[in-house]
């Protein structure tokens, strides 16, 4: 498995915009695929974004598609999640996984990191 560290979370007013980044350990980072999930309070976690191993194909849930963009850099061992035209709504926790891209989509994936609170102010 590949260990993940989430980073990038904080508050910010609606409207506003945020960088998720995930730093993966491990030389096989390029051969999983990875994918966001956020947890708001009280509800189940839920799939945000997914990449391919290579990043020619993504994947979104419809309440963020347009507004967030998810890519990786495999030299880097890290993938990204930038948000825009954030909404109170996308008030969450946010991890990312990585495994294959069915896995990751389901969020049956093996890895986890340990999550970044992103908090959004109307």
């Known amino acids: 498995q590949v260990q993940l560290v989430e980073s990038g979370g904080g508050l910010v007013q609606a409207g506003g915009s945020l960088r998720l980044s995930c730093a993966a350990s491990g030389r096989t980072f390029s051969t999983y695929a990875m994918g966001w999930f956020r947890q708001a309070p009280g509800k189940e976690r839920e799939f945000v974004a997914a990449i391919n191993w290579s990043g020619s194909n993504t994947y979104y849930t419809d309440s963020v598609e347009g507004r967030f963009t998810i890519s990786r850099d495999n030299a880097k061992n890290s993938v990204y999640l930038q948000m825009n035209s954030l909404k109170p709504e996308d008030t969450a926790v946010y991890y990312c996984?990585?495994?294959?891209?069915?896995?990751?989509?389901?969020?049956?994936?093996?890895?986890w990191g340990q999550g970044t609170q992103v908090t959004v102010s109307s």
């Open positions: 996984n990585a495994g294959t891209f069915s896995t990751v989509r389901a969020g049956t994936a093996g890895s």
